[in-house]
């Protein structure tokens, strides 16, 4: 059952977002929760994602909090956030990003951040093992954190309403591709969304940072889904669905909220000339 717990973890990492992003002249927000259960039916916990993106930068924040059949066996309490910059032709670039995890009666914080000279990491406690091969420091520059790679799928699908490309992801010790392919358009109406969204394949590729005894789960994980909303004139593809097979069964977040705050922003207005 450990595996609930890792799709637990991994559910957050991949699907979990809020955004608070300074004002700008085009801003989008959103507000959501999801509820996660195997079966659809047995719960495993509750996420609560805010959205909020302006056309430069961008903020994503996302928490995790576990119940019912996953707390019998790994009870769990995350939250994470993530910033960078948001650009129409580079595409998404972070800047940091930070994690505290509680899991089994442990706890871990994770602060990332992308510099100039390569990513930092500040992690506590340590990891006693980095996997073999470890992560390489040209991968970790070429990857993103979890919710940055997020980020980067949800502005491409957006953008261009495909599920295409791959997204390098590091999280601190464990470093994996997520591949996006398919693409069906469907209706979508629950929880306060109707309209279009795009149904993307889901694959979680292992790459590095991972121990032998992990080996068989490279082949064993199976490809999931996930759903983008494409709410009309959006350049943010919020992610609405996402379903896991799962060796005890289906599991999967099912979206419980949806809400589209409007954001007002102060315009300066210049003062009346002096006659």
């Known amino acids: 059952m450990r595996r609930l717990g890792s799709f637990a973890a991994s559910g957050l990492a991949i699907f979990g977002l809020a955004i608070i992003a300074a004002p700008a002249a085009h801003a989008e927000r959103y507000s ?20 909020d993106a302006d056309t430069s930068s961008y903020r994503v924040s996302a928490q995790l909090e576990s119940s019912g059949l996953l707390d019998l066996f790994e009870r769990t309490n995350l939250v994470a ?12 670039n972070w800047f940091s990003y930070a994690l505290d995890h509680h ?104 790459v590095a940072g991972f121990e032998p005894r992990d080996g068989g789960r490279r082949n064993r994980i199976p490809e999931g889904e996930i759903w983008f909303a494409l709410p009309p004139g959006a350049t943010i593809a919020p992610p609405v669905r996402a379903l896991s097979p799962l060796a005890v069964g289906r599991a999967g977040l ?22």
């Open 32 to 51: 959501l929760e999801f509820r996660g259960a195997v079966f659809g039916i047995l719960p495993l916990g509750d996420v609560k994602l805010d959205i």
């Open 81 to 92: 956030e993530a910033n960078g910059g948001l650009d129409a032709a580079a595409g998404v």
């Open 103 to 206: 899991y089994s009666r442990k706890h871990r914080t994770i602060q990332m951040r992308n510099t100039p000279d390569g990513v930092a990491a500040d992690i506590a406690p340590n990891y006693p093992v980095w996997g073999e091969p470890p992560a390489s420091d040209d991968q970790k520059r070429q990857a993103r954190d979890p919710l940055s790679s997020l980020m980067a799928m949800s502005a491409a699908v957006a953008r261009t309403r495909t599920c295409a490309n791959d997204y390098l992801t590091f999280d601190g010790r464990f470093l994996y591709r997520l591949e996006l392919r398919g693409g069906e358009m469907r209706r979508f109406e629950e929880a306060g969304y109707d309209g279009e969204a795009l149904r993307c394949r889901l694959r979680y590729v292992p």
């Open 254 to 275: 099912t979206l419980t909220r949806f809400t589209q705050p409007r954001i007002e922003i102060a315009q300066d207005t210049p003062p009346a000339p002096t006659p």
